[in-house]
């Protein structure tokens, strides 16, 4: 049981969870701007429809990658490479979260609405657009707009189910665009970085490969000028959107409010400088180091945004819960790997 519950915590990706699927409860909040509340349930089933759709698109993504999996760093860490978990148990997973969704979505947020329908044609595109990216990424160069979008658009599918009349608020298309940023870098930078190796040798069509990154076998890694300044400007731009509110819209911030979201735009530019700056991957752990620590103040950006609007008390809970999350499902898998050191 203990190997099987670590098998499946890298399958789902399960200590990231929370963090990859709170977009739809961002989406939600996003509308406390112009006065529409949200009751736990009803974001929390939003937190359900986001959980389904990140095993969704964890498994499927791990299916359609095994062939390039088996050359990455660790193959041991995906249990479909080396046959832990079946493809037809991966087909069947796949299948159960889209009902699941469809489930949430028509069995608690139907009604007859043009944002209810709104909200059905974006969870459409979503899948389309993350399938495109699993099945077919790999071939061309930039289809990490696709993860970006595909992401993004949770936020717009939690604002519509709540929205009693189809009408979003500044914050919700911020919060869409600052989501398909964060997954963008993530993917077309950071991935791009620490995929090199195995990317470049199964001749992968992505940016990283295209502007000439190129990780050697001794773990020194090349990034040319064009690729610093692309990670640059999606960073400066996520930079520019968490003040668009503040600074063309009126919304009132107070002081400090405004310094807590300096200090964490800083370091995350600080950070991102950085990782644009590295000259090896030898140290892969303090690189890894760095990715996740990039990641939990990328992430920190949309609670922080919201914090005029929901208050001190929600922005922390929206921080703390996946990190809360995380802690909680490494401290599992260290007792369930404990028994067969």
Known sequence: MSRLFISYSRLFRLSGLIGFSINPV??????????????????????????????????????????????????????????????????IIILLTVVFIFAIFFGYFYRNQPSFYYAFICIILAAIAGFIYNRYGKRFAGSDFLVGFSEGIFVLIGAYLVSPDGQ?????????????????????????????????????????????????????????????????????????????????????????????????????????????????????????GLFAIQGVLRYSFVPFLLLPVIGLASTVGLILLPLLWYVLIMFKSRQDIAPNL
């Not at 974001?43 to 698109?57: A, S």
């Not at 299916?63 to 832990?84: A, M, Q, W």
């Not at 930078?189 to 620490?194: L, V």
Request: glycine letters at 6%; hydrophobic letters at 55%.
């Open 26 to 91: 961002f989406g939600a909040l996003s509308l406390s701007q112009i006065g529409v509340q949200v009751n736990l349930l009803t974001l929390f089933l939003l937190l359900l429809i986001g959980v389904f759709k990140t095993i969704h698109g964890s498994v499927m993504n791990d299916y359609f990658d095994i062939e390039v999996d088996k050359l990455s760093h660790n193959p041991n860490l995906r249990p479909l490479v080396i046959g832990e978990i079946s493809k037809n148990t991966a087909i």
């Open 168 to 288: 979003l608020s500044i914050f919700t298309w911020v919060i869409f665009l600052l989501v398909f940023n964060q997954y963008l870098f993530m993917n077309m930078i950071i991935g791009g970085m620490k995929d090199a190796d195995h990317d470049f040798l199964l001749k992968v069509k992505n940016v990283a490969i295209k502007t000439g990154v190129i990780l050697k076998k001794d773990k020194k890694i090349h990034l040319p000028i064009s690729f610093i300044i692309l990670g640059l400007i999606i960073r400066f731009f996520s930079a520019f959107l968490i003040f668009v509110p503040f600074i063309f819209y009126k919304v009132y911030f107070e002081l400090w409010e405004i310094i807590v979201i300096i200090l964490v735009v800083g370091m995350v530019l600080l950070l991102t400088f950085k990782l644009l700056s590295l000259k090896s991957f030898v140290q892969r752990k303090k690189v890894l």
